[in-house]
């Protein structure tokens, strides 16, 4: 027998003891003896037979059974019992039919050295899956949260941390820059994920995390933890610097001072956890413009632009804060793009003034030459706003004639003459694409101007699968960072004003059409 000179509250004893032991549930590892015993049964029994072992819960006694199922014709001996039969092995029970199960009581044997070991496999590997399981339970929760262990080795640049019931790696990339570690210290690090897979599970951690930020200051500011205060936002460049946007619920409270404390002592305590990173914290706002001008800081701003569809922000400065606002290597925008969301370009009042300049004379040079007008009244147009060819050929005679110094007759003839023009170019620019070898499945794409396809098939873009294999980004534009500066990367269709979802809907509906196909 399995447990022979064992106690039957021994074992009760022992099964409590590496429950406690382990922190698992006592009832997994007394049902996962059963299964031992019922493995180790088998073996003895043989496999045709239905067994079932059990342990009383309370006497700690093991019963071994012989499962038989009552059937009116018997067609496997080792399973199935008649009625007649059933009967007259469980007389006690009289009211037996066909379908029930019966249960006949196996001796109770000496398993033998082989099986016992079985029994101790199956029994050992339940109880490490159990106890794989309750740590991923427990670690799932943590995520999410900081975590604080001793750093236990390091391997190939990445630290492993033991956090007492489990360990936890910290990649090289999460690790803040510059900062030296060795084993034995303790660490602080945000546990970002918590993945579960064949072998167990892994808990990943991180320093350099924006969240890190967010959670040493939920530990220090009361504020923020009792949901005073709110972290709206939170951008680092880890071990360097950061960035953090609070607002305060109630108004007679300033949540920057709330979050640097008396002295400086609560963002000093955050500042040295992270050797030394230094820390803006800004007041939010939901006037966009002042918040730029705070997460711009120390720049002084003059004028901000705001083109919400493509979240871009145009921010307008003298020369003098024009280093400021960058910062070194591009760092202050680039945060402050980061916190608000928006990509922030730069300008001086000069390269402003330089650019408005351009625009108006390219616009007013396009109405001059395309409409046949005089150089005053090409400029009156663009002075009142009127952007291209096109938004004049759609305007009514009345809107046009509104313009002082425009009459009826003249605001008529401006809208022929539009017309005109833009008849004249989609038959040019239909012969142009032919001549560029544009195929018709990208001529007949959605959304796709006879403009946008000439500037795609300059580019050698012709086929929809060519189109259909950009990003975004290649059609709008964008920013990119190169040896540490910010470098404006320009879209083939930049020039159309394509919102980011506009450019993301084409390409999403041609890979559509290519993958249908």
């Known amino acids: 027998m399995l447990n022979r000179g064992l106690d039957k509250q021994e074992l009760l004893r022992i099964v409590d003891s590496v429950a406690n032991e382990k922190s698992i549930d006592k009832e997994l590892i007394l049902s996962s003896m059963e ?44 399973r199935e019992i008649s009625l007649k039969d059933a009967s007259l092995l469980d007389k006690k029970n009289k009211n037996l039919k066909v379908g029930d199960k019966i249960y006949e009581e196996l001796p109770q044997v000496d398993f033998g050295r ?13 109880v490490k899956e159990a106890e794989k399981t309750r740590q991923y339970n427990d670690f799932i929760e943590k995520q999410g949260h900081i975590l604080s262990g001793i750093i236990k080795r390091l391997e ?10 489990a360990e936890g790696i910290v990649r090289k990339e999460e690790l803040i820059q510059r900062e030296i570690l060795k084993n034995g210290d303790r660490i602080k690090a945000y546990c970002y994920e918590v993945k579960r897979d064949n072998k167990g599970h892994q808990i990943f951690l991180s320093r350099a995390h924006p969240q890190f930020l967010s959670r040493l200051f939920f530990q220090e500011v009361p504020e923020i933890y009792e949901g005073v205060i709110e972290i709206k936002a939170v951008s ?10 609070v607002h305060s619920k109630d108004s007679s409270l300033d949540p920057v001072g709330a979050c640097v404390g008396m002295r400086g002592s609560r963002v000093q305590t955050i500042v040295n956890e992270l050797h030394g990173e230094k820390i803006d914290i800004i007041k939010w706002t939901e006037d966009l413009p002042t918040l730029v001008a705070e997460s711009l800081s120390p720049a002084e701003i003059q004028k901000v632009l705001i083109d919400e569809q493509n979240k871009r922000i145009d921010v307008i400065l003298t020369e003098e804060n024009l280093s400021k606002a960058i910062g070194r290597r591009g760092q202050n925008v680039r945060l402050a793009s980061k916190l608000i969301n928006y990509e ?12 408005r300049q351009a625009e108006f004379k390219e616009r007013s040079q396009n109405f001059i030459k395309n409409l046949e007008v005089d150089e005053t009244l090409g400029q009156l147009l663009v002075s009142e706003n009127l952007q291209s060819i096109d938004e004049i050929a759609q305007s009514k005679t009345e809107d046009i004639s509104k313009i002082e110094g425009i009459e009826d007759s003249t605001a008529e003839e401006l809208i022929s003459r539009a017309k005109e023009y833009l008849e004249k170019e989609k038959v040019e620019i239909s012969k142009k694409l032919k001549e560029l070898g544009v195929e018709d499945s990208l001529i007949n794409l959605k959304g796709m101007t006879q403009g946008m396809l000439v500037v795609l098939g300059e580019q050698n873009i012709k086929k929809l699968k060519d189109f259909a294999e950009l990003s975004s980004d290649e059609l709008i534009g964008g920013m990119d960072e190169i040896k540490g500066k910010r470098i404006k990367i320009n879209g083939y269709l930049e020039e159309f004003a394509l919102t980011r979802e506009e450019a993301d809907n084409l390409i999403m509906d041609a890979r559509k059409i290519v993958f249908e196909n």
């Not at 922030?344 to 650019?355: N, P, Q």
Request: overall charge neutral.
């Open 35 to 78: 299964s031992a015993i019922q493995k180790a049964a088998y073996s003895k029994f043989g496999f045709d037979n239905e067994i079932e072992a059990t342990i009383d819960r309370d006497k700690g006694s093991i019963k071994i059974q012989k499962v038989l199922q009552i059937v009116e014709k018997v067609e496997d001996t080792a």
């Open 114 to 126: 082989i099986a016992a070991q079985s029994a101790k496999q199956v029994i050992s590997q339940r």
């Open 156 to 165: 190939y640049g990445n630290v492993i941390v033991d956090l007492g019931k």
């Open 236 to 245: 680092r460049d880890p071990g360097s610097r950061a960035k953090i946007c």
């Open 344 to 355: 922030i370009d730069i300008l001086t009042d000069k390269e402003d003034s330089e650019r």
